[in-house]
């Protein structure tokens, strides 16, 4: 049974309820929160640009009526238009020498959406540091997170709430940015191979392990970092926020370095279950991997790797 017009308008009404599963005060509230791209993700994959387009909108307009029209705009600006831009690229060909279709690099799909991110973060705090009337961005930020918690937890002490809002502040706008970035990614990956092993895909199934980063990618990392560096204060802070924006397509790129690795070694599908674990733990380790990915885009690490049996043989 082909996918039809009626599936990509309940693919947008479940994205639109699952993000709004928090206001019913269901148990699954977060995950579902998290996979609410999911639905638009197999829409735009599986039908084309016209099915993404039809789930994004019916999502919009069903969030605007379990909320209100207040609730529509940043719904479709955090999942509907971010979704809807990824799947018209995805399916994206153009023809190389022999007239044979070359599809939209998968690399480029992430530089894209972290550009688009981190383009974002830099509108939003250029807008709050030329308003002279505002505090400075991580003050601003601080109460903003400070704000929320109170809403979130009332039973919690003020004292508590600030050191909480102190600790997330240097970082919390790229952080939160970069989850968006990666949030956008996995349903995208998760949609795709969905559609892969039910064989409704459009696009070829993607080897996430050989993607490869535009240029540019650490042309926003070094400029972010520069930023970070050399101008003080507010500009600082937004400089410090879109280097984590920036790390998120080489940490992708680092896990495609890892799995290469231990597809080549023995004992390859041990050492990634122990990576993950470890990865979950110690959070700090993400930068590993994306230190593992900035040197993966400038010396080529995956093309230093042999596998086992030529190390032996040599």
């Not at 529509?72 to 799947?87: E, K, N, S």
């Amino acid at each position: 049974m082909p996918l039809t017009p009626i599936m990509a308008l309940s693919a947008g009404i479940c994205s639109a309820v699952a993000v709004f599963a928090i206001v019913f005060g269901s148990f699954l509230a977060f995950p579902l929160f998290y996979f609410a791209p999911l639905p638009l993700y197999l829409a735009g994959l599986g039908i084309g640009t016209k099915g993404v387009v039809t789930a994004g909108l019916a999502a919009v307009f069903t969030a605007g009526l379990i909320g209100s029209s207040f609730s529509a705009l940043p719904f479709a600006f955090v999942y509907a238009v971010p979704a809807i831009m990824l799947c018209q690229l995805a399916l994206r060909t153009q023809p190389d020498n022999e007239g044979n279709p070359v599809w939209y690099p998968a690399g480029n799909l992430i530089g894209t959406l972290t550009f688009v991110g981190a383009a974002a973060l830099a509108f939003f705090a250029m807008m709050a540091i030329m308003d002279e009337s505002t505090a400075p961005l991580q003050e601003l930020v601080t109460n903003l997170i400070g704000t929320a918690l109170e809403r979130m937890g009332a039973d919690m002490p003020a004292d508590s709430r600030a050191t909480i809002a102190g600790t997330l502040a240097p970082f919390f706008p790229g952080m939160a940015v970069a989850s968006w970035v990666v949030m956008h990614l996995v349903n995208a990956a998760a949609g795709q191979s969905a559609l892969v092993r039910s064989e409704r895909n459009l696009r070829p199934k993607v080897a996430y392990s050989e993607i490869t980063l535009p240029d540019w990618c650490s042309w926003l990392l070094v400029g972010a970092g520069v930023v970070a560096l050399v101008v003080p204060g507010d500009w600082s802070y937004l400089g410090r926020n879109l280097v984590i924006v920036a790390l998120v397509p080489f940490f992708l790129l680092g896990l495609a370095v890892v799995h290469t690795f231990a597809r080549r070694v023995a004992s390859g599908t041990l050492l990634l279950v122990a990576f993950y674990v470890l990865l979950m733990v110690l959070g700090w380790t993400t930068f590993l991997v994306a230190g593992a990915g900035i040197l993966e885009q400038w010396i080529g690490l995956r093309k230093r790797m042999q596998p086992v049996n030529d190390q032996e043989s040599e």
